[in-house]
């Protein structure tokens, strides 16, 4: 395509194609309308064309280690678009297969056991407590996540109308222990913490454990198809080591 008065462009361009030695550049700029792109693109396709040598493919893929630094993955040319289709299909295999292994028999049974284990402490912590309280004919009662204490009298817990009937040293004594049960309560409840942070860890893991083994078998394929490309292997690494 002629670019009408560019001359010492046109050379310039002519120039900056030969220099077939690394680390230079062509910055072409000008007015709209005028061409530049068309010209600058029919020019580097006409020495593509003639050169004897396929310019190697390049991948830019997210760095999962540093997401403002993409990977960028030199390849032989043509596979680019193999490696597009791989990685598509691997997505859509981990979209199908990691909600079915949480959705397994196996997940549920060992999630439930991890579930039972955290609520078996807290019940005992709890019996414990409770056990303490009838000895000084005290009921413990849960409403909406918490724990309370009330007197109790012919097997009934006493409502303040009745409560208030009884002979003051009576309270007083009921009022003591229900104090003394709260600071007991408190005191089997303060390793509560830390079983809900082993509970979690515990899950962790057991997310971790559940997601490699869907995602491993569909990730291997790809690893022994690309083993001699050391930049892909680093990639596929990075996405085992997220799980």
């Not at 396709?45 to 003639?50: L, S």
């Amino acid at each position: 395509m002629p670019v009408f008065g560019q001359e010492r462009a046109i050379e310039a361009m002519e120039f900056g194609i030969g220099m077939t030695r690394p680390g230079y550049n062509i910055f072409v700029m000008g007015n709209p309308h005028t061409g530049r792109f068309s010209f600058a693109m029919d020019s580097l396709k006409t020495i593509a064309k003639k050169a004897n040598a396929k310019p190697k493919d390049w991948c830019y893929l997210n760095n999962l280690d540093d997401s403002r630094r993409p990977l960028a993955i030199e390849m032989a040319a043509g596979k680019a678009w193999m490696l597009k289709r791989d990685i598509k299909h691997l997505i859509e295999g981990i979209l199908t297969e990691l909600p079915a292994a949480f959705e397994s028999p196996t997940y549920q049974r060992k999630k439930g056991k991890v579930e039972r284990d955290f609520n078996r402490l807290y019940d005992q912590a709890i019996e414990e407590v409770d056990d303490l309280a009838r000895e000084h004919s005290i009921a413990l009662f849960r409403d909406a996540g918490s724990i309370g204490f009330t007197p109790v009298a012919d097997g009934q817990g006493m409502d303040e109308a009745a409560f208030s009937q009884l002979p003051e040293e009576v309270r007083d004594q009921f009022t003591s222990n229900i104090s003394k049960l709260e600071e007991y309560l408190n005191e089997q409840l303060a390793s509560l913490p830390q079983w809900k942070r082993e509970a979690g860890d515990r899950m962790k893991v057991l997310d971790r454990e559940t997601a490699r083994k869907a995602i491993n078998p569909l990730l291997q394929p790809l690893r022994e198809k690309y083993n001699s490309n050391n930049s892909l292997m680093s990639y596929f690494t990075q996405l085992k080591r997220i799980w």
